[in-house]
């Protein structure tokens, strides 16, 4: 649906109107479980605790994609679905770094590249544009997994986070006339598309806790209590799914999470 723009505090309570309305749905619960499953692989999957630079960094990473969860999942339950993927993007590459490095310990050092993150923040102090830095990891091809989190960037990439024609197409737009014979623009989006992006927020973090499962050696759900939540998550998930009328897609997903 579409809305005319209106000021921060008006917008700030439509969101909170719109998250107490809804605060009881199936999708909110479905963020509820993964809230919950986060939370107890954190506490109780076998997280390495050697307190090295690289195992702190997995740590570290962990928290983000919990986080990143959170604060995609507030923008989506406050009606604005549209900003919750660059959210998950950023997520998404803290995984990617994650599993480069699962790929080979050398890829940390690539990644950090002190030296060449300096040069390039030093030329844009200087009014420079800095030189084009993209990681070469290596090893990468061993790990199936590193090629799905970059196609679902790439797709995040041009759909939501960065200002493209799909980008811009997402909206709904409307014009209505104004009296003194001008016109007035409204953009929104519309309610299906709130629940589709937390179907897709809930398939992300599913592909970002199977990149840290990944990490510690297929051990991320061996845990009973961790084990059964991602079951429920599972499972709401998949019905989720149907009801939503992706059936196709609630059978390919499998059984487990």
């Known amino acids: 649906m579409a809305h005319n723009v209106v000021n921060w505090k008006t917008f700030v309570e439509a969101g909170r109107t719109f998250f107490e309305a809804n605060r009881g749905c199936p999708m909110y619960q479905l963020v509820d479980h993964l809230d919950e499953l986060y939370r107890l692989a954190y506490l109780k999957a076998p997280f390495p605790k050697t307190g090295g630079e690289q195992d702190n960094f997995l740590h570290m990473c962990f928290l983000i994609c919990h986080r990143a969860l959170l604060s995609a999942a507030t923008v989506l339950s406050s009606g604005q679905p549209e900003d919750g993927p660059a959210i998950t993007r950023r997520a998404i590459e803290a995984a990617k770094v994650c599993l480069a490095v699962k790929a080979d310990a050398s890829n940390f050092e690539e990644w950090k590249n002190i030296e060449t993150r300096k040069t390039r923040w030093e030329s844009r102090s200087n009014g420079e544009k800095p030189k084009t830095f993209t990681p070469a990891y290596k090893a990468t091809f061993t790990e199936p997994l590193y090629a799905d989190l970059q196609s679902v960037i790439g797709t995040l990439s041009d759909f939501s986070v960065h200002f493209t024609p799909e980008h811009l197409l997402g909206y709904e737009w409307a014009q209505t006339s104004r009296l003194d014979g001008g016109t007035d623009n409204s953009f929104g989006v519309t309610e299906d598309r709130v629940q589709q992006e937390f179907l897709m927020l809930a ?46 897609e609630a059978t390919a997903v499998g059984e487990t999470w």
């Open 203 to 248: 398939d992300q973090h599913r592909l970002i806790l199977r990149v840290f499962d990944r990490c510690l050696d297929g051990k991320l759900f061996d845990h009973p209590d961790i084990k059964q939540r991602a079951q429920l998550a599972m499972t709401l998930y998949k019905e989720l799914l149907q009801q939503e009328g992706f059936t196709e």
